[in-house]
């Protein structure tokens, strides 16, 4: 029997006998590799290959050989005489600069110099395809400066089957982020299933479940750019019962787009009582949205055609609700026609609508003043929404203060402390983000399952405050009965959700002139505003309205409604 199938009576036997074997193998395999040489080019003869271009092939093919010969030789020589314990060690470093320079010589290396590409054309035509598909992920790459460029979210929001993702989609194809045969094979598609003007919106809705139904129902995200500005689209569902959705994508927003049908019928549906159109505009507002863009979408449409008088009426009954909302229709609205399938008055103006003398939407966003942010204060990140990918990621919008890789956070309100690994801004990976922007996080130090949406990540310095108990002002907006103590609703606070108790009613605020009742009130009913105290069923993450804004400022829904809206004014200390 052959001693080396034999079990050893030592292991330190075993790797001296070990090593004899290398030896001969590692002969053998180089004696083999020299008889193996001759029969390239016979292979080659068998194809009718011009004389020259054999040549050619068999010097490239001999070099690529003697290269992997001479690497493997190397190792070899200086695996062979060391011993089992220090064998790893040794052969790591060489192993790393044989790896370096194999990469920059031969084929496999890919598109590392023009010299490399020449051969790996000639040389093997598989090579062809991983050629052709090389450029693709470079269309990202020419963002490296995007961070640089002022940054700002915009939400898309109005009825359902106003157009939102569907001017979204014309938007990406317009600023060349949908390539055009992305959108032709979109529009087969959408053909085969007889909803052929819907391919715009597929640009946005990728889920399965949404394309077949035509319905946005998570809020899609794109970003596109301009000359001055870096923009990203926020495209947020318009169906009634995902308005949480909604909610969650305009608190990221800084701009929001109201989209309405110009349609007849579309328009008086999406305004009525019932309608979306409505309760995204009062939403938007208390998520904290200052300026407005309406957009009076499907102009386009033979009930339209563009007649001025449409688009007048349209203005004219969106103008007051939007004023008792919040708005200043002087400074913060502003209306202008479009068609989201055709393109008009997107990008360029168009000769159908000479009425109107404005920009188009995109110059104009373009034409917008900057938002002052502050990159100084306190990191404020709620988060949206979190999943696993080689560690934890997170998602959210940088509300203040800047963070940068491997900075040390705290993830309240669970005093979690973790570490950044990696920050992609739109996609684009990059060192440190300002306030306004949307990042993806990679965190180190806690798990997924750990994670709530509407947790914040904080500086250790400055965390924010977390608690059950607050004190607010609330705005009455919709509701049948009246409100009385123990009554149970959802709080949506930046993005956050949860149950919610009206515990006490504190007192009554007069509408104009401001003045607070003396006395308890019993009860309030719709219109009224009071201050009421507001215990939630779990801890979560707030400001007061004064210090922080964009964590101060709620809504209350019920039943599928918007009940109220409010903002925090003092928070309660919990009694032991």
């Not at 829904?557 to 925090?568: N, Q, S």
Request: net charge negative; proline share 6%; aromatic share 6%.
């Amino acid at each position: 029997m052959d001693p080396r199938d034999t079990a050893p009576d030592s292991w330190e036997q075993e790797d001296d006998v070990e090593a004899t074997i290398d030896g001969q193998l590692e002969s053998a395999f180089t004696t083999l590799n020299v008889n193996a040489k001759p029969f390239v080019p016979n292979v080659n003869a068998a194809e009718f290959v011009p004389a020259f271009a054999m040549k050619a092939h068999s010097e490239n093919v001999d070099s690529a050989v003697a290269v992997e010969n001479i690497s493997t030789m190397e190792v070899s020589e200086s695996a062979a005489p060391v011993e089992n314990g220090d064998t790893e060690m040794s052969t790591e470093e060489p192993w790393d600069q044989k790896e370096a320079e194999p990469n920059e010589e031969e084929p496999g290396g890919g598109d590392r110099g023009p010299e490399a590409q020449a051969t790996t054309e000639e040389s093997a035509p598989e090579m062809m395809e991983e050629e052709e598909e090389a450029p693709v992920p470079k269309v990202p790459p020419t963002q490296p400066d995007a961070p640089r460029k002022e940054h700002i979210n915009v939400v898309f929001i109005g009825h359902v089957d106003a157009g939102k993702s569907t001017i979204g989609g014309q938007i990406m194809y317009l600023t060349g982020m949908v390539d055009k045969r992305t959108l032709e094979k979109y529009e087969r598609e959408a053909k085969e299933k007889n909803r052929e003007t819907w391919y715009l919106s597929w640009a946005l809705d990728t889920n399965q479940e949404e394309r077949d139904k035509g319905k946005t129902v998570e809020v899609g995200r794109a970003y596109f750019e301009t000359d001055k500005k870096h923009f990203t689209i926020l495209d947020a569902p318009g169906h009634k019962s995902f308005v949480p959705n909604m909610i969650g994508g305009a608190s990221q927003a800084d701009l929001a787009v109201l989209v309405i049908s110009a349609r007849k019928g579309e328009f008086e549906t999406g305004f009525e009582k019932g309608g979306q159109t409505r309760e995204h505009a009062m939403l938007a507002k208390t998520a904290g949205v200052k300026h407005l863009i309406v957009l009076v979408n499907k102009m386009d449409d033979p009930t339209v055609n563009w007649s001025l008088e449409r688009y007048e009426e349209c203005k004219e009954k969106l103008v007051p609700f939007l004023k008792k909302v919040g708005f200043n229709p002087k400074k913060d609205i502003h209306f202008m026609p479009c068609s989201g399938l055709t393109g008009a008055n997107l990008k360029e103006p168009t000769d159908m609508c000479s009425w109107y003398t404005g920009l188009p939407f995109i110059p104009h966003l373009d034409s917008l003043p900057n938002f002052n942010r502050s990159s100084d204060g306190p990191v404020r990140l709620p988060i949206v929404d979190k999943y696993k990918d080689m560690g934890t990621v997170i998602l959210g919008k940088l509300e203040s203060g800047s963070i940068s890789k491997a900075q040390q956070l705290v993830m309240m309100p669970n005093r979690h402390v973790v570490e950044v690994l990696s920050l992609l801004s739109d996609d684009v990976e990059t060192d440190d983000a300002g306030p306004g922007e949307n990042l993806k996080l990679r965190l180190k130090g806690i798990e997924e399952e750990e994670i709530l949406p509407g947790f914040i990540l904080c500086n250790a310095e400055n965390l924010c405050h977390s608690g059950r108990t607050f004190d607010a002002q609330i705005v009455i907006i919709e509701h049948k009965s009246i409100i009385c103590p123990g009554y149970n609703a959802v709080l949506h606070i930046h993005t956050c959700i949860e149950e919610v108790q009206i515990t006490a009613l504190i007192c009554l605020v007069d509408k104009k002139s401001g003045e607070k009742s003396k006395t308890r009130p019993r009860f309030v009913k719709q219109d009224q505003v009071c201050i009421a105290r507001l215990r939630t069923a779990g801890t979560i993450c707030l400001e007061t309205f004064k210090e922080f804004p964009q964590m101060g400022r709620f809504t209350l829904r019920d039943e599928g409604k918007t009940i109220a809206i409010g903002k925090v004014l003092k928070l309660v200390a919990e009694r032991d």
